[in-house]
């Protein structure tokens, strides 16, 4: 009975596991560099939005996963607001292989966190007097197939001969 007992303990040690330990705003900020100004102008700007997203392992099977997003508004070619976000999350991952970690952290844990920064800076925006600005859902999976594809051909044209003429 104790055998069995080991065992299943054993099993359920070594089966896939992913959990959201906390998801919390680390920071933000918002400038309206044009002032008062950008509320006489009419408002049709184009916008901007840059994203990163950073991971750092905290202990065995735990990481911390922060999404950087800035949103630029622009008018004229002038910055009418600029929104920095960084939304983060505590995850707990075990008992993947290592390329199905990668997938998950960089494409799972960002698809988590995008929702929670897209209010937040929806939020912040309207705060600020302007209209609320909904940002399209982001395809994470996508965007991870291409960097992973990327990589494998700047990691060919390494490997390959240089030919000299």
Known sequence: MTEENNQAASTAENSPAFAIQRIYLKDISFETPMG???FTKAYKPAIQQDMNIQV?????GLFEVTLFLTITARLENRAVFLVEIKQAGLFAINGVEPGQLTHLIHSACPEILFPYAREAIDGIITRGGFPPLML???NFDAMFAQAVMAAKEQAAKA???ETIN
Do not use: F
């Not at 750092?56 to 065995?60: C, D, H, K």
């Open 136 to 138: 399209p859902p982001i």
């Open 159 to 161: 490997e390959s001969p």
């Open 56 to 60: 750092a392992p905290v202990s065995e």
């Open 36 to 38: 008062i100004e950008a």
